[in-house]
C-alpha cells in the first residue's frame, strides 16, 4: 500500500512564504514523476509543478519565478517552496506520485492567503 502525507500548509499573509512537503510510505522509492497540484473552489485541480526521479522540473506560468519544487529521493519527499504568494495561490495543495502507470493522491493541504 502506498501513502502521501502532505504537510506545511496553513495561513499566511501575501508576499510571504510556505513550504509544502510531502512524504510517501509503502510500496514505492524513487517515484518517476512528482507533482503539485492545487484546486481552489469552483476550479478545476491544476497542475502546479512537477519534478522527475533526475531533478527535471517544470512549472505552470503563473508561479514561475516564485514557486520551486525539488525533491530529496532518499527520504522520499518532494518539497514546494512557495514564495511571495498572492490570493490567488489559496488552494488546497494536492501531492501526486506517479510509478510507472501507478499514479497516488495525497490527502491534500490547505493554503489560504490574506491580503
Known amino acids: 500500500q502506498v501513502q502521501l502525507l502532505e504537510s506545511g500548509g496553513g495561513l499566511v499573509q501575501a508576499g510571504g512564504s510556505l513550504r509544502l512537503s510531502c512524504t510517501t510510505s509503502?510500496?514505492?522509492?524513487?517515484?518517476?514523476?512528482m507533482r503539485w497540484y492545487r484546486q481552489a473552489p469552483g476550479k478545476q485541480r491544476e497542475l502546479v509543478a512537477g519534478?522527475?526521479?533526475?531533478?527535471?522540473?517544470n512549472y505552470v506560468d503563473s508561479v514561475k519565478g516564485r514557486f520551486t519544487i525539488s525533491r530529496d529521493n532518499a527520504k522520499n519527499t518532494v518539497y514546494l517552496q512557495m514564495n511571495s504568494l498572492k490570493p490567488e495561490d489559496a488552494a488546497v495543495y494536492y501531492c501526486?506520485?506517479?510509478?510507472?502507470?501507478?499514479?497516488?493522491w495525497g490527502q491534500g493541504t490547505q493554503v489560504t492567503v490574506s491580503l
Open positions: 501526486n506520485a506517479l510509478q510507472t502507470v501507478h499514479s497516488y
Open positions: 519534478i522527475t526521479r533526475g531533478g527535471s522540473t
Open positions: 509503502g510500496s514505492i522509492f524513487a517515484p518517476d514523476l
